[in-house]
């Protein structure tokens, strides 16, 4: 029967997870450490003190996750692989009980109709190569060629659909500058580096793919932002322009043969780390961009300095907020959509990560109705549909996230599951939140 809510039949829905926020087993079947064992292990650094050693125990439990997929009915999974299971050293051979975990995970998947979507990187950089330098090292991208060509050597004939890494500016910023996440640095310069080397890296790896004659497709994703101005002066107009290029076009220019933004090399090019063709092999042709959407920010123009390098800030509005404090703007989503989709040359599109945390609370039968969540996926999807009926090339969308999981400086505080996860026996337990977005796949809830 032909959808009636607006969507193509062959819209894609899914959901997303990461390995280091439910995988646990950390230091089962040969998995050495990555820098987020290293980094949730040190005192101060998550808000719960507590870390991924257990999570969800999907590493286990993986079958619970598919059977809570399956249930929905959703078309895809998207899942990452951890590294530092499936090769230990970050280089050389590989760990065959680390690469045998996916290989189940992927057949079980396809066997239930659920088309598996592997994400190789998702933050969780092997310890041994941080030691070396990490993403601040050339090295590390060619490493990382390596470890995309051991995948797609190994269960590349189960796999359509590969992304090389997810939300890279996280990885360099938040993880180099910021010291918010792993490796915990606050240095400019190890950022940018960071940037160049972890965009380097894609580009070796879909390179990788393209000669080892695999069928299937390609993208990367990532968490732009394009900032509304606070008022309609044309200073803080111009400041909301500067305040996407961070997060936005210094990943999709390169990635679409343009180079690094003009702005942002006149301040930073001299710590980049470009060699010799890199920019072409940044560029390889991909399938798919794949968009993470949570929030739209207001901004105003500041003074611009070390420390503010795009004279940009926040100004709050008076939207509500999730438990994260991050504002809910559905409108944003389509924005971003057709910011993209204008801005660059058209590519598919997906909405690969969206969803919120909210404060859940069991009701006295244990069951929780999470009305808020609803409401904000609700909204969010008709985003989308908007997004469609002005012609965005939008071909599916990912809920973050299938279960409550380790959400990085936040530990276990912050909820964006649809699925709770009993901390003690790690049950899984749907919440009100997944039977609409069973509904909704199935065509009824918008
Ligand atoms: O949990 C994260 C995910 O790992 C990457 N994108 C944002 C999510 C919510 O913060």
Not at 356 to 380: C, N, Q, S, T, W
Request: proline content about 5%; overall charge negative; glycine content about 8%.
């Amino acid at each position: 029967m032909k959808r009636q809510d607006g969507f193509p039949d062959d819209f894609l829905w899914g959901c997303s997870t990461s390995s280091y926020q439910i995988e646990g087993a950390a230091g089962e079947d040969g998995r050495s450490p990555s820098i987020w064992d290293t980094f949730s292990h040190a005192p101060g650094k998550i808000q719960d003190g507590r870390t991924g050693d257990i999570a969800c125990d999907s590493y286990r439990r993986w079958r619970d996750d598919i059977e809570l997929l399956r249930g929905l009915n959703a078309g895809a999974y998207r899942f990452s692989v951890s590294w530092s299971r499936v090769q230990p050293e970050g280089r050389g051979e590989p760990n065959q009980r680390g690469l045998d975990y996916y290989a189940r995970l992927v057949d079980a998947l396809s066997e239930a109709g659920i088309e598996p979507w592997l994400e190789l990187f998702h933050w969780d950089l092997p310890q041994k190569l941080e030691n070396e330098g990490g993403w601040r090292n050339r090295e590390t991208a060619l490493r990382f060629e390596e470890y995309a060509s051991i995948m797609y050597r190994h269960i590349g004939d189960k796999v359509r659909h590969w992304t090389s890494m997810n939300e890279p500016w996280c990885a360099a910023f938040l993880g180099h500058l910021t010291g918010e996440h792993a490796p915990g640095m606050r240095d400019r310069i190890a950022a940018n580096r960071a940037a160049h080397h972890l965009l380097l890296a894609h580009g070796f790896a879909v390179r990788a793919f393209q000669q080892s004659g695999l069928k299937g497709e390609y993208g990367i994703v990532i968490n732009p932002s394009k900032p509304r101005p606070a008022t309609l002066r044309a200073e803080d107009i111009a400041a909301s322009e500067r305040a996407s290029i961070e997060r936005t076009s210094l990943w999709l220019d390169p990635l679409f043969g343009r180079g690094y933004p003009k702005y942002f090399m006149e301040r930073f090019g001299a710590d980049m780390p470009i060699e010799a063709r890199d920019m072409e092999i940044i560029a390889q042709p991909i399938d798919f961009i794949g968009v993470n959407y949570y929030n739209e920010e207001a901004v105003r123009a500041a003074p611009e300095s070390i420390e503010n390098p795009y004279g940009v800030e926040s100004v709050r509005t008076w939207q509500k907020r999730t438990e994260m404090d991050w504002e809910i703007e559905p409108a944003g989503l389509r924005r971003i959509l057709e910011y993209i989709a204008s801005t660059w040359p058209r590519k598919a599109l997906y909405v690969t990560e969206n969803g919120a945390a909210f404060p859940d609370m069991a009701g006295p039968d244990g069951f929780v109705r999470d009305y808020d969540r609803i409401e904000y996926l609700k909204e969010h999807i008709s985003s989308c549909r908007a997004a469609l009926r002005r012609g965005v090339p939008l071909k599916g969308y990912f809920l973050w996230s299938l279960i409550d999981n380790f959400e990085w400086s936040f530990g276990y505080t912050r909820s964006f599951g649809i699925a709770s996860v009993d901390q003690a026996t790690r049950n899984r337990q749907p919440k009100l939140s997944y039977y609409f977005y069973r509904d909704l796949i199935a065509g009824f809830a918008l």
